[in-house]
């Protein structure tokens, strides 16, 4: 399985299973899950979406938007709970307007699930936490 780094994303390769979570960066030796989602931007983006053949899921969220806001902490703890199945990730939608218009984000939050550079699943709109995690399971 390769993996993006979360800190230099370069590409590493690991077992899949639960040892990953173990894993190491070869190139700046930090850990490869951090149990948190990560900042995507157009210039790390490409790594962990198209590269790396975890499945990515992206959180399209806005400073502004109420319901991105109670939805942070349920994706927060999908994170922390369901690495190394899945490499969650933020996109600030004002920031990173580039991949807002890339993937022509209309509402937020929208969800969407990455494989190799391929959007496998799309969501608008916030879920509960058992709905996101069965959402997810169906995408692994
Ligand atoms: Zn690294």
């Given at each position: 399985?390769?993996?993006?780094?979360?800190?230099?994303?370069?590409?590493?390769?690991?077992?899949?299973?639960?040892?990953?979570?173990?894993?190491?960066?070869?190139?700046?030796?930090?850990?490869?899950?951090?149990?948190?989602?990560?900042?995507?931007?157009?210039?790390?983006f490409?790594?962990?979406?198209?590269?790396?053949?975890?499945?990515?899921?992206?959180?399209?969220?806005?400073?502004?938007?109420?319901?991105?806001?109670?939805?942070?902490?349920?994706?927060?703890?999908a994170?922390?709970?369901?690495?190394?199945?899945?490499?969650?990730?933020?996109?600030?939608?004002?920031?990173?307007?580039?991949?807002?218009?890339?993937?022509?984000?209309?509402?937020i939050?929208?969800?969407?699930?990455?494989?190799?550079?391929?959007?496998?699943?799309?969501?608008?709109?916030?879920?509960?936490?058992?709905?996101?995690?069965?959402?997810?399971?169906?995408?692994?």
């Amino acid at each position: 399985m390769i993996v993006a780094c979360p800190y230099c994303h370069s590409l590493n390769r690991l077992p899949a299973d639960k040892q990953a979570l173990d894993g190491r960066c070869g190139k700046c030796k930090q850990a490869l899950f951090c149990g948190a989602p990560l900042e995507l931007t157009s210039a790390n983006f490409a790594a962990h979406a198209n590269k790396a053949e975890l499945p990515l899921v992206v959180d399209f969220w806005a400073s502004w938007c109420g319901p991105c806001k109670s939805f942070a902490p349920v994706f927060s703890q999908a994170a922390a709970e369901l690495e190394p199945h899945f490499r969650f990730g933020k996109i600030n939608t004002e920031q990173q307007q580039q991949l807002a218009a890339q993937f022509a984000i209309r509402s937020i939050p929208t969800l969407m699930v990455f494989k190799q550079g391929k959007i496998v699943a799309q969501q608008a709109g916030a879920l509960p936490k058992q709905a996101f995690y069965q959402w997810l399971s169906q995408h692994k």
